[in-house]
């Protein structure tokens, strides 16, 4: 076992662990914290994959940006273990239902995996900024541009949502 | 190609327009005038099959005649949508020229979504015409219903494009070439290896949540009816007939070749829609939301398309998406006129607005499929599409039966239109304009038309 699998599996359980705690502890910030555990060790795995750039976003966007907003929602909303409603029996057998099956379907899907390569250490350049640059701007261009679009509406429609109404219109 | 780049444009325009146009009548004209350019662009662009861009593309985006026909109804209905609802829009709150603009980002989506040549300009085509829908939905800010039908609307729409985005990456991880192309996923006609099928069925759930058809139909009569009438009438029409030639064209170019593998699937979702749509829709008092179940009723015949996939059925997809379209549209349209939404609102309406009534008369029974109207034509190419593909029989007298049932709660409507008394202080609020009439008169004759000669439609495929 070289050092890359032993990273690798010790990755892997952390994240698997984390995963399970967040879903587990009963007060929502310690959720929080948890969830950015995953997040942290789902970078590295991005590392261990030779994608760099994804792994940097990743921290950025994810375990900085959003998780810093569900933290004041929770913060701000007052959330704790004493707030948690109690959870109806029959949602949770539906809950466990549901999820089972996609769990089954993914572990389905997962079983035709070839398992040889987890671990690609400076294999590749798929995740290399330069590369990527060089494709979101080649080949990949309309999408990129297109998506402009959404966000202009999102942006929009927070400035409608969120402006005061006044009294007359005109 | 020119819609997807001039709506685009005519969004950012209509959008700085409301900060400096303060009379929101001229971004009503100034919005009527875009996109009859549009329309006209892209009427132009079917006829001579060159667009005014030339963009290299890399092949994310292909158009052909089916679908720059597609775009053009698509375009032409908006059209007679913001002739009729121009003053409605208007009343539902302040900012008049972001709700255009919001409906020409929705256009641009609209046209992404039928020229998609990879799963990723799908997604992004989907989501640009969701994002902009929640907002519309939610616009009427002072009404609660308004915000619970937004937010209901915006956390069922998130979590099917969650679901959307996984069946993607399951695709694009499962085929071969790892590629997003849809001609180029390499399925094979052999059995599906199960990292595409479970990518095929999360597809299939997704988009069958965005044309609301059943068994992932719950958020429909909630948003329809909490949204304000205008938007409603937009998206129950040609936002939903985009949801199905994007089903469409998705299901067909990238997993024709393994058709018989996930038809009896698409079987039982056309057969649940239809049966739930339509027996629903007769207990509704509300006309409003009677039209909600009618448009999933209506969405189990485009459902059939998907089913069969053959030629009629492209035929069919076309027709329907117009037939459709404008009768909704309009019956909408009178809706929005009316003082009272419930099926007694509507008693005595010929009586007292004698153009009103015999209008709503020819689009509702446009809705039920009668003999000499567009709505005839649709359904009548859609059980042909269904009966060429040689089996499964029974799905095509089960549309028959509950196109009967449909017909039990539109003709309630035009019973009430004509054979009851008006109640006395009117049934109709406020004025009715000369553009409006004339518009409704136009829709009328239109249905009319294609009734009569649907090669008008159809004659474009191969043209």
Redesign the interface.
């Given at each position: 076992m070289n050092i890359t699998t032993f990273i690798f599996i010790l990755l892997s359980v952390i994240s698997v662990g984390s995963a399970l705690m967040m879903i587990a502890s009963k007060s929502p910030v310690h959720s929080i914290l948890w969830l950015i555990i995953v997040f942290f060790t789902i970078s590295g795995h991005y590392v261990l994959l030779n994608a760099q750039f994804l792994a940097v976003v990743n921290i950025i966007v994810y375990a900085g940006a959003i998780m810093v907003l569900f933290l004041f929602v929770v913060m701000l909303m007052n959330l704790n273990a004493e707030t948690e409603p109690i959870k109806n029996y029959r949602l949770q057998l539906v809950g466990i239902l549901s999820g089972g099956s996609l769990l089954l379907l993914l572990v389905l899907a997962l079983m035709k995996i070839d398992a040889s390569h987890q671990v690609q250490m400076k294999v590749g350049d798929a995740g290399l900024i330069k590369v990527l640059g060089m494709t979101l701007f080649k080949n990949y261009v309309l999408p990129f541009e297109i998506s402009s679009v959404l966000f202009l509406s999102a942006m929009i429609g927070a400035v409608i949502i969120g402006k005061k109404e006044e009294k007359s219109a005109n | 190609m020119n819609s997807?780049i001039l709506s685009?444009l005519l969004?950012?325009l209509m959008?700085f327009s409301g900060a400096f146009v303060?009379?929101?009548t001229l971004s009503k004209y100034f919005a009527f005038v875009g996109l009859a350019g549009l329309f006209a662009s892209s009427v132009y662009e079917l006829i001579a099959r060159q667009p005014f861009f030339h963009?290299d593309?890399?092949d994310?985006?292909h158009t052909n005649n089916f679908n720059l026909a597609f775009i053009a109804i698509v375009l032409g209905c908006t059209l007679i949508y913001f002739l009729l609802n121009g003053s409605e829009i208007e009343k539902v709150?302040?900012?008049v020229s972001?709700y255009y603009?919001?409906i020409f980002?929705i256009l641009?989506?609209i046209s992404?979504a039928a020229t998609f040549n990879?799963l990723?300009?799908l997604f992004?085509g989907i989501?640009?015409v969701s994002?902009?829908l929640?907002?519309l939905t939610?616009?009427d800010?002072?009404n609660l219903k308004s915000n619970e039908a937004a937010l209901k609307y915006f956390l069922m729409g998130a979590f099917s494009t969650g679901i959307m985005l996984m069946g993607i990456a399951?695709i694009y991880g499962?085929n071969p070439n790892a590629s997003f192309f849809i001609h180029n996923l390499e399925i094979g006609s052999g059995k599906m290896?199960?990292?595409i099928a479970?990518g095929l069925?999360f597809l299939l759930v997704s988009m069958s949540f965005k044309v609301s058809a059943a068994p992932f139909h719950f958020w429909t009569p909630d948003v329809y009816d909490g949204a304000p009438t205008v938007f409603t009438s937009f998206m129950s029409t040609i936002v939903k007939v985009a949801g199905f030639f994007a089903f469409i064209r998705l299901f067909e170019s990238a997993f024709g070749v393994v058709q018989n593998q996930w038809q009896s699937l698409v079987l039982f979702i056309t057969a649940a829609t239809l049966i739930i749509g339509n027996v629903t829709a007769v207990f509704q008092q509300s006309v409003k939301r009677m039209l909600a179940y009618s448009s999933i009723a209506q969405a189990g015949f485009m459902m059939l398309a998907i089913f069969a996939l053959n030629n009629k059925a492209k035929e069919g997809i076309l027709l329907y998406s117009a037939a459709y379209s404008l009768a909704t549209i309009g019956i909408f349209a009178i809706l929005t006129k009316m003082k009272d939404y419930t099926i007694d609102g509507f008693n005595g309406l010929a009586k007292e607005q004698p153009l009103l009534g015999f209008a709503g008369l020819i689009f509702l029974l446009s809705l039920t499929g009668i003999p000499l109207t567009a709505g005839f034509q649709s359904k009548f190419f859609m059980l042909m599409a269904a009966i060429e593909t040689g089996h499964h029989y029974w799905i095509a007298v089960l549309a028959v039966l509950l196109a009967a049932v449909s017909a039990y709660y539109y003709f309630r409507v035009i019973q009430a239109i004509y054979f009851k008394e008006p109640s006395p202080e009117g049934v109709v609020s406020g004025k009715l304009s000369s553009v409006y009439k004339l518009t409704l008169i136009l829709t009328v004759i239109l249905i009319i038309i294609i009734g009569i000669y649907p090669e008008l439609i159809i004659g474009w495929l191969y043209s």
């Open positions: - | 997807i685009a969004g950012v959008m303060k009379r929101t963009i593309v890399h994310m985006v709150g302040a900012h972001e603009a919001l980002f641009c989506g992404i990879t990723l300009m992004i989501e640009i994002i902009p929640y907002i939610g616009s800010k002072r399951f499962g290896p199960v990292m479970v069925v």
